[in-house]
């Protein structure tokens, strides 16, 4: 089963956000997020002086996904943060980016196939992505 893909705005466990997605992929109407896109966090380690989180990139995403030559973040994917690591906690649920081949569901497969994956994908409404690879101005 695949996981919900992530999007810029979606919420991290530590209550931040993503704040960047790749422009010409949209995932429920918001841009995809990938593997080195940035988050925020809010969050503050207790001390003297205080250490603020700040937030950091993406560390984890589909391999098998790609957006612009980047893997696709997920729900549960893992953040680089300063404090205690940080996971996406939010997605698109009608966009699952699975892990296993087998096509789009098209019945091709192949370049046909994966052209209806992307178009879903960029849809966003009732779309299961098992393998896109989606290149910026294709």
Same mark, same amino acid.
């Given at each position: 089963?695949?996981?919900? /893909?992530?999007?810029?705005?979606?919420?991290? #466990?530590?209550?931040? /956000?993503?704040?960047?997605?790749?422009?010409?992929?949209? !995932?429920?109407?918001?841009?995809?997020?990938?593997? $080195?896109?940035?988050? &925020?966090?809010?969050?503050?380690?207790?001390?003297?002086?205080? !250490?603020?989180?700040?937030? +950091?990139? %993406?560390?984890?995403? $589909?391999?098998?996904?790609? !957006?612009?030559?980047?893997? /696709? /973040?997920?729900?549960?994917?893992? &953040?680089?943060?300063?404090?205690?690591?940080?996971?996406?906690?939010?997605?698109?649920?009608?966009?699952? !980016?699975?892990? +296993?081949?087998?096509?789009?569901? $098209?019945?091709? *497969? *192949?370049?046909? *196939?994966?052209?209806?994956?992307?178009?879903?994908?960029?849809?966003?409404?009732? #779309?299961? %992505?098992?393998?896109?690879?989606?290149?910026? +101005?294709?």
């Amino acid at each position: 089963m695949g996981k919900p /893909a992530a999007r810029m705005g979606d919420m991290t #466990a530590h209550g931040g /956000a993503l704040v960047f997605g790749f422009p010409t992929v949209l !995932i429920g109407g918001m841009p995809a997020a990938r593997l $080195s896109d940035m988050h &925020l966090c809010p969050m503050v380690t207790p001390g003297l002086p205080p !250490i603020p989180h700040v937030g +950091g990139p %993406v560390t984890l995403g $589909s391999p098998m996904v790609l !957006i612009g030559g980047m893997p /696709a /973040a997920r729900m549960g994917d893992m &953040l680089v943060c300063v404090g205690p690591p940080d996971t996406i906690v939010m997605g698109c649920f009608t966009v699952l !980016i699975g892990e +296993g081949g087998g096509g789009s569901g $098209s019945g091709g *497969g *192949g370049a046909g *196939g994966a052209a209806a994956g992307a178009a879903n994908a960029a849809g966003g409404d009732g #779309a299961r %992505v098992n393998a896109v690879a989606a290149t910026e +101005g294709h």
